[in-house]
């Protein structure tokens, strides 16, 4: 085989390597993308993106049913939001939302289980 034919088959291999992951030190996992995604967001896009990698990948199903819950939980809190006007006039805010529920721990848990990052 000459160095003209073989080179075809050698950019057919490299182009598998690439998309198998190989090479990088990072292997490529279905939906990967999308969770690490749902691992840095919040809310409904974080929701939506872990559930799309669910969707390719079951490895990712926890989290995603996790994201969901947590986002059914924020939703409803942010509902509950005031501007904490009374009487007074006083304009304190207050809030129903807290940094450190169990869903946002779960959540969490989950995301560093991956070994995805997570922002949050």
Request: proline residues 3%; glycine residues 10%.
């Amino acid at each position: 085989m000459n160095v003209r034919s073989a080179l075809p088959q050698l950019a057919a291999v490299v182009a598998a390597l690439a998309i198998a992951g190989c090479g990088g030190g990072h292997a490529f996992s279905p939906g990967q993308a999308d969770a690490a995604a749902a691992c840095q967001g919040t809310g409904s896009a974080a929701a939506l993106a872990a559930t799309k990698a669910a969707a390719v990948n079951p490895g990712f199903s926890t989290l995603a049913a996790d994201e969901n819950a947590l986002a059914t939980t924020d939703a409803t809190q942010a509902a509950d939001v005031s501007d904490g006007s009374d009487a007074s006039g006083t304009n304190a805010i207050v809030s129903g939302l807290d940094l450190g529920t169990a869903a946002r721990q779960k959540v969490i848990a989950d995301c560093i289980a991956l070994g995805l990052p997570v922002t949050r």
